[in-house]
């Protein structure tokens, strides 16, 4: 399923954010520290090689709703940008945190001239934000965001299994009606 939306192609797809050879970049759903970790940032880290974690060093730590921008190492990306989203409960304000992991991350496409960009469901994982939750703020963050860019042209959200798929495509619909 997909939209468009200020020029920009939005889609979401079943996969891994490891793995996505057709964009300019993928975000990170990255540690304080951006070293690899578990989940997104694990897989991230792995495919990219140890490289991506030395040069991730001086620019860490970053604060919840921080993006940081690398180079993507082994991945088939030129880009990586990491983003560290709010854990659910304890990192106030929380959709506000994650809608700037989102919008910061999109900032950083301008200033880079990046046409394409894949992200995961940030915090939604081990950090605990509620699936469907995550999905309204991210795309309403990322529709709030777009009428400033010029240079994106597509934006891909990646979800680990069908019920992430199915709760992404069925947000974006409803946010952004055929």
Same mark, same amino acid.
């Given at each position: 399923m997909d939209r468009t939306y200020a020029g920009v192609f939005i889609e979401c797809q079943e996969g891994n954010i490891a793995s996505q050879p057709d964009m300019d970049a993928v975000v990170n759903a990255a540690n304080a520290a951006l070293m690899p970790g578990g989940g997104v940032a694990g897989a991230i880290h792995k495919k990219a090689g140890p490289g991506l974690a030395i040069e991730c060093r001086p620019l860490a730590p970053i604060k919840p709703g921080q993006a940081v921008i690398t180079?993507? @190492?082994?991945?088939?990306?030129?880009?990586?940008? @990491?983003?560290?989203?709010?854990?659910? !409960?304890?990192?106030?304000?929380?959709?506000?945190?994650? !809608?700037?992991?989102?919008?910061?991350?999109?900032?950083?496409?301008?200033? @880079?001239?990046?046409?394409?960009?894949?992200?995961?469901?940030?915090?939604? !994982?081990?950090? !605990?934000?509620?699936?469907?939750?995550?999905?309204?703020?991210?795309?309403?963050?990322?529709?709030?965001?777009?009428?400033?860019? @010029?240079?994106?042209?597509?934006?891909?959200?990646?979800?680990?299994?069908?019920d992430y798929l199915n709760i992404h495509e069925r947000v974006l619909a409803e946010l952004i009606p055929q």
């Open positions: 180079s993507a @190492h082994n991945l088939p990306n030129k880009y990586v940008v @990491h983003c560290l989203g709010p854990v659910y !409960g304890k990192d106030n304000p929380s959709p506000i945190l994650l !809608g700037n992991c989102y919008q910061n991350a999109l900032k950083l496409t301008e200033v @880079h001239n990046i046409k394409s960009i894949a992200f995961p469901a940030i915090s939604a !994982g081990i950090f !605990g934000y509620p699936m469907e939750e995550a999905a309204r703020v991210a795309f309403s963050a990322i529709i709030k965001i777009l009428p400033q860019l @010029h240079c994106l042209k597509k934006i891909r959200f990646v979800l680990y299994n069908n």
